[in-house]
């Protein structure tokens, strides 16, 4: 007898295969026909394509629009501190240009709607410039930056036919096409000029895989999508706790005859609805129950124990998926013994620097040179960059010891003759912005300190018999001395 031979595997099957724990017996673990094994991921809904449903999100649901609002909110609300050899005056009014302009708000609205779509871009405004040519920042004239211009992914079309093939955009589209209009078909019906990649900043909400990103122009996905599950269960465990306010006192009465009266219908009908609305009309006005005496009447009482425990629950759900701790978002601190939420906000704001320094840096380093040459003609310092300011607000008496720290610091380096009092003076009053003291440190004071002639070393001093007439005191050695004390 012929021996038969083993069915081969087939690409299907070894799919279905599953590595892990399993009880065949008790039906536990994937793969073992539990109700757990059926589940899955596919894609049900591809939110990220749906730009109508979005806005209603965004529009009419307090939760989403905070999804979306506040990393962008916080990524952009404390600005940036300005490093360089330049002077402090020029420092402060790149800052003051950036304001003007309002280049914030823009790189807010930037962010909003790349979180919100999934993409969007922002374009560097350069008066009399062609935006289909590669951007050449020497090229810049005195007041030609007036800003940045915000698109999201639906006011654009990007070139899928020509890719980025260097540097850190290496991937993207080459050129977008500002979207003008659809004819009555919901066809594009005009582009506006072509922009060149190195003229815009890229903002998209999450990034994708090179075969989803595909699918998606290269833009990522809306942060909504991906927890878009946990949003609709927050809000029908919301509107289903409202809803038990309606039926927290819940009461019964009980009718001889009943069936009886309904299957009749005609006046006995009529006389019962009309029955239970004087009983209605009783118990607003005067608090009466009007009964037939073979009636029967109960109350029942819902019990809402454990409905907040739920509810908070639910509340976790949402912040652990959108990134968001609860004291930031529902302004409301973690459960447990002496917790204040104040570890959960320096981790998110930790978190929060991570992606500016991803997602900002190089579109806020391009804005830094071409402002520069904007207001003075000059490239900029080699030296200079910039920090993002701190989220995380220090109290006064941390702002004291800061200061004292820092002006032990200059002063030491004053005393070792590694910088003059001039420089001391200046990097004194450039500190103000954080601890706010020497903020009234003057430009003329600074100017008469560099004036002052270089004092001689001691060893060339002659010894004399007679003391010289004592000099007043300049800033530093006030400062000094308040140092000492």
């Known amino acids: 007898m012929a021996r038969r031979r083993r069915p081969v595997q087939t690409a299907d099957k ?27 991921y ?20 307090w939760v989403a629009g905070k999804i979306v609002d506040i990393p962008a909110e916080d990524m952009t609300r404390a600005g940036i501190e300005i490093m360089s050899s330049d002077e402090p005056e020029q420092i402060e009014e790149m800052q003051s240009a950036l304001n003007r302009m309002g280049f914030w708000d823009q790189l807010l609205d930037g962010l909003k709607w790349g979180r919100l779509y999934g993409g969007a871009i922002g374009v560097f405004q350069i008066e009399g410039q062609d935006m289909g040519t ?12 007036t800003g940045l211009t915000i698109f999201d992914r639906w006011q654009v079309q990007p070139d899928l036919s020509r890719l ?20 009555v078909m919901g066809n594009i019906a005009d582009f506006g000029e072509p922009i060149h990649y190195s003229r815009v900043i890229r903002f998209i ?19 909504l999508e991906r927890l878009y599950d946990r949003l609709i269960s927050f809000d029908t465990a919301t509107m289903g706790a409202a809803n038990l306010l309606d039926k927290a006192h819940l ?4 009718i001889e005859g009943l069936r009886e009266i309904l299957s009749m219908g005609g006046p006995a009908e009529e006389a019962l609805v009309a029955n239970f609305h004087y009983i209605r009309q009783m118990q607003t006005n005067d608090g009466i129950t009007l009964l037939d005496k073979n009636d029967a009447w109960q109350t029942s009482a819902y019990s809402f124990s454990g409905l907040s425990d739920m509810m908070l629950q639910f509340n976790q759900q949402v912040t652990g998926a959108a990134d968001i ?109 954080t601890t706010g003291i020497f903020t009234n440190i003057t430009d003329e004071q600074i100017d008469e300190a560099e004036a002052e002639p270089e004092l001689p070393p001691v060893e060339a001093v002659m010894p004399t018999e007679e003391p010289e007439p004592e000099q007043p005191a300049s800033a530093m050695d006030k400062i000094k001395a308040w140092l000492s004390k």
């Open 205 to 223: 909400g999450t990034k994708m895989p090179a075969y989803q990103a595909m699918t998606e122009q290269w833009w990522g996905t809306s942060v």
């Open 14 to 40: 070894q799919a279905q295969a599953a590595d892990g724990f399993q009880n065949f017996v008790q039906r536990v673990g994937l793969g073992t026909g539990s109700s757990l094994s059926a589940g899955t």
């Open 325 to 433: 701790p609860l004291v930031r978002f529902f302004g409301q601190s973690p459960a447990g013994l002496n917790s204040t939420g104040e570890s959960d906000l320096r981790n998110y704001y930790d978190s929060i620097s991570s992606m500016q320094e991803s997602r900002l840096r190089l579109g806020i380093e391009r804005a830094l040179a071409i402002l520069h040459y904007s207001l003075y003609g000059t490239p900029m310092p080699a030296d200079m960059t910039f920090t993002f300011c701190p989220l995380w607000q220090m109290s006064q008496r941390e702002k004291a010891e800061v200061a004292k720290f820092t002006t032990e610091t200059v002063v030491g380096a004053l005393d070792a003759g590694i910088i003059d009092q001039a420089t001391a003076m200046k990097e004194l009053r450039q500190s103000a912005h």
């Open 42 to 61: 596919s894609p049900s809904e591809l939110l990220s394509r749906n730009r109508v449903k979005l806005e209603w999100a965004y529009r009419q649901n």
């Open 251 to 254: 009461r019964m009465v009980g």
């Open 134 to 145: 590669p951007l050449r920042i020497e090229t810049v004239g005195r007041g030609q930056f």
């Open 164 to 183: 980025v093939q260097t540097g850190p955009m290496m991937g993207t589209p080459e050129f977008y096409r500002v979207v003008s209009g659809y004819d």
